[in-house]
């Protein structure tokens, strides 16, 4: 699987249909894995699908986004990212990207002249930076307890 820059935004008609299933899934989510009849359009030929527990769960993800009309991506954890597809991801601006790499705060590496990002380090990156944000934010709340400021 290769990391695409296709944007398929869902027709009003997907919405409604990803809205349904993501429903009807919805009763199914914490189960270990799942038997599935599929049928096509036509209603001719049927086949017995068994989906993991997890796939499961991600599928529930991109009906749900699907309903709300947002695009999805999926993407394997190896990916090797280009700068651009990297600083999209973690919704920064390519020079701050490439800066941040040049400092080391992400590994990468050269191809030639330019850049690339294993998407599992970009996904790491976010994690920790996501950590320190909710640490920083219990910091300031427990300080403003303490200094009365009337959080509770």
């Known amino acids: 699987m290769s990391v695409s820059n296709v944007v398929h935004l869902p027709t009003i008609e997907e919405a409604e249909t990803a809205k349904v299933s993501s429903r009807a899934l919805s009763k199914y989510a914490n189960n270990d894995r799942l038997s599935l009849k599929i049928t096509a359009n036509g209603g001719g030929e049927t086949e017995d699908l068994i989906l993991p527990g997890f796939a499961i769960n ?3 993800e991109v009906l749900t986004e699907m309903s709300k009309g947002n695009a999805v991506t999926v993407m394997p954890i190896h990916a090797e990212l280009s700068t651009q597809q990297a600083a999209e991801l973690l919704n920064v601006s390519r020079p701050f990207l490439v800066n941040l790499l040049e400092n ?13 990002v294993m998407a ?6 976010q994690q920790d930076i996501d950590t320190k944000r909710l640490d920083a934010l219990d910091e300031l709340a427990l300080q403003a307890q ?3 400021m009337g959080y509770e």
């Open 58 to 60: 991600m599928l529930l």
């Open 104 to 116: 080391g705060g992400m590994p990468f590496r050269k191809v030639g002249s330019h850049r690339r």
């Open 120 to 125: 599992k380090d970009v996904i790491a990156y």
């Open 146 to 148: 303490e200094l009365g």
